[in-house]
């Protein structure tokens, strides 16, 4: 039945084809579009049909529209009671003069003349008269891309039109001369018509033919403005994005100097607010690729305290009131928000951190297998991506040793040889991202009124009508810790106090050496310090503590991560390098790595990690002022015995570590490859 008529309607008073019509779900057009003879004929259809259904009289019809009771039933049948292309009834829309409601259908031979008129008609003649034809040619027309077999992605209209005329000559329509192939164009223009026509009629397959799979999957899911978010803090975007540019790191040579090697494209994890546009918090990665780990720090930094760093490559870099969400003040520490909205590459490491971001932030993840997300659309995260647009085409992009968006952009240039010879380390990329971040929080933006992100989020939170979360400091460490079920080994019928391996490390305390019960048992090991393995918590499955363990050597003497940890035992594994008994195993991979400055290799990622760590710990245990007139003092020193003593001193950062030496002893090498400053002329 179709839409419109109900069988128990009453309505109308007449019938038509034995039911009643409904006219409340009847669609009207726009009578203000119709003019002159048009809307004039349009109102006496519309009246007729009216007075028709009501019951009126021929008579009455005829008088008060010039229109007879069999037009009026015509009117109704034919063109009121048809279906309109988006499936409902044509309604009123049917009553409007000249237009057509039914394709043309040609009742006659086709004859074209010395002039080429006469073929009004023919494709679909043609079509009518070969239905097999019709339907294999709208399956060629909507035949899409298949994932496993090699086809033609993209076939243009030319390339259906052969199609389609091979197919008429086997069917002999040349060999008698008939329509198309007694036409000068061979019938394209209506080839071409009719294969528009069909995929009008199927919107996924000609959002496919246009723009492929991802345009067709966009069709299907929307651009997101059906879904709008009107509350504060009620969801992030999170993504992670590389940075369009090349970098170096300076490793020093055993000789003396440094050598200035390219290190792979870096990474940045970042967390956006959605209302404001404020950016919550990030975390610069230098892995190849982006990690649980990563997240989890990005995540963190999101709810901690954003401090001001210094920088070397300016006096005064930063704008006024620029900063992280949490600069606002005590109040905006901890915020916590209700989405987090992620694309499908990312959701696959963040599956990891679900349950955590649930527990202390009580926040949902919002991924493709639960929600409207999409693997790399960009349409289901707009505002972060539009900000990794910006923070490229403002801040790296700009620069000479940029790769540009894709391979053409580089425009003859070479980043690589650029970055070698300014010596642009990759400390000096981290010190202008956390600028760049920084100064888009306090930049007018012209998507929320020319405010600054920041300025706008302060407004929100203080009128605002709701109230707000915030996450548990201790509960945050512990949840976005990295934790681990680990059973207690040793014991006394071993004769060893019991401990327990995390990680390619064995930790113990004074407490777990007295709890001979837990020998053989579970229990809780959590990496609560991201940048400091060498301590760790621990607790019973029931969560009573254990205190703080310690991992024994090699990897008690420098700070380090649970993933440096790793790197550097499968380097082991593999026979790169032996540790040996009684040394720091971080001391022997670095010194591993920068014995191999001259090799063609990349550096290894880990060096990167190892570096990051290293001058973090002897920024805050020393501080920086200290630290560069040790690093003057060593140079000093190590300039006037001519190298005699540069073999056999080891890094003041190592050392501060290890508590093994005074950081301001000039016999001491320096406490990290000294950052050199960029240079452009």
């Known amino acids: 039945m179709e839409e419109g008529i109900d069988d128990n309607s009453c309505c109308s008073r007449r019938r038509i084809d034995g039911r009643t019509v409904d006219t409340s779900h009847w669609a009207s057009p726009d009578e203000g579009a119709l003019t002159g003879d048009r809307r004039v004929l349009y109102l006496?259809?519309?009246?007729?049909?009216?007075?028709?259904l009501s019951g009126a009289s021929g008579e009455s019809i005829r008088r008060l529209t010039s229109l007879g009771t069999s037009q009026a039933y015509r009117l109704i049948r034919e063109r009121c009671l048809e279906t309109h292309p988006d499936g409902r009834p044509y309604g009123w829309r049917g009553l409007v003069p000249w237009l057509r409601v039914k394709p043309y259908r040609r009742s006659t031979k086709v004859h074209v003349d010395q002039f080429g008129r006469g073929a009004a008609g023919a494709m679909q003649a043609l079509l009518d008269s070969q239905p097999a034809l019709r339907q294999a040619f709208e399956a060629r027309i909507l035949a899409?891309?298949?994932?496993?077999?090699?086809?033609?992605t993209k076939q243009s209209r030319r390339r259906h039109c052969?199609?389609?005329?091979?197919?008429?000559?086997?069917f002999g329509y040349e060999a008698r001369n008939e329509w198309p192939f007694n036409t000068l164009s061979l019938g394209y223009s209506s080839i071409c018509r009719y294969i528009d026509k069909v995929l009008s009629a199927n919107p996924r397959a000609l959002a496919a033919?246009?723009?492929g799979p991802n345009l067709a999957v966009k069709l299907r899911s929307g651009d997101g403005t059906g879904r709008p978010v009107q509350r504060f803090m009620q969801r992030v975007e999170m993504d992670a994005h590389k940075l369009d540019g090349r970098f170096c790191v300076s490793l020093p040579l055993m000789g003396g100097g440094f050598k200035e090697k390219i290190v792979h494209r870096l990474w940045v994890v970042v967390i956006l607010e959605v209302v404001s546009r404020a950016v919550l918090g990030y975390y610069f990665s230098v892995r190849r690729e982006i990690s649980k780990d990563d997240v989890m720090r990005a995540l963190k930094r999101a709810l901690g305290r954003w401090c001001l760093r210094p920088v070397s490559f300016c006096d005064t870099p930063y704008l006024p009131e620029a900063g992280l969400l949490s600069a606002l003040g005590s109040d905006f520490v901890g915020l916590c928000w209700d989405e987090t909205s992620v694309d499908g590459a990312l959701a696959e490491t963040c599956q990891h951190v679900r349950d955590a971001l649930r527990d202390s932030v009580g926040s949902t993840l919002l991924d493709p297998k639960?929600?409207?997300s999409k693997r790399r659309s960009k349409d289901d995260r707009p505002f972060i991506e539009t900000f990794f647009r910006n923070l490229a085409g403002q801040g790296f992009q700009r620069l000479s040793n940029t790769t540009g968006a894709n391979f053409q952009d580089r425009k003859g240039r070479q980043p690589e040889e650029v970055a070698l010879a300014s010596r642009f380390q990759y400390e000096y990329a981290e010190e202008l991202l956390n600028v760049l971040i920084a100064n888009y929080n306090a930049t007018p933006h012209s998507g929320i009124g020319n405010r600054t992100p920041l300025a706008y989020a302060k407004f929100l939170y203080h009128h605002s009508q709701q109230s707000f979360?915030?996450?548990?400091?201790?509960?945050?460490?512990?949840l976005f810790s990295i934790r681990k079920r680990c059973i207690v080994r040793g014991g006394a019928k071993s004769g060893r106090a019991p401990f327990v391996e995390f990680h390619y490390g064995r930790y113990t305390n004074d407490?777990?050496?007295?709890?001979h019960?837990?020998?053989g048992s579970e229990i809780w090991v959590v990496c609560h310090k991201e940048d400091d393995c060498r301590v760790a918590l621990a607790s019973t499955l029931d969560g009573m503590s254990l205190g703080v363990l310690r991992a024994a050597p090699p990897w008690n003497m420098s700070p380090h991560s649970l993933s440096l940890r790793a790197a550097i035992c499968q380097a082991c594994s593999h026979g790169k390098f032996a540790i040996p008994a009684g040394v720091d195993a971080i001391d022997v991979f670095m010194r591993y790595v920068e014995s191999q400055a001259h090799n063609r290799l990349p550096v290894h990622p880990a060096y990167l990690e190892a570096r990051r760590i290293l001058a973090a710990a002897a920024d805050s245990s020393i501080g920086p002022s200290m630290l560069d007139v040790a690093m003057a003092r060593a140079k000093a020193g190590s300039s006037s015995s001519k190298g005699s003593k540069g073999a056999a001193s080891e890094p003041t950062a190592r050392r501060a570590q290890s508590g093994a030496a005074d950081p301001l002893k000039p016999s001491a090498g320096p406490t990290l490859p000294p950052r050199r400053m960029a240079q452009s002329r």
């Open 44 to 52: 006496a259809r519309k009246q007729a049909v009216s007075l028709y």
């Open 144 to 152: 899409s891309a298949s994932a496993k077999r090699l086809v033609e």
């Open 162 to 170: 052969a199609w389609f005329l091979d197919q008429l000559r086997g």
């Open 209 to 211: 033919a246009s723009g």
């Open 370 to 372: 639960t929600s409207f």
């Open 469 to 478: 979360r915030r996450a548990d400091p201790a509960v945050v460490d512990t």
């Open 511 to 515: 407490v777990l050496h007295n709890r």
């Open 517 to 519: 019960d837990l020998v």
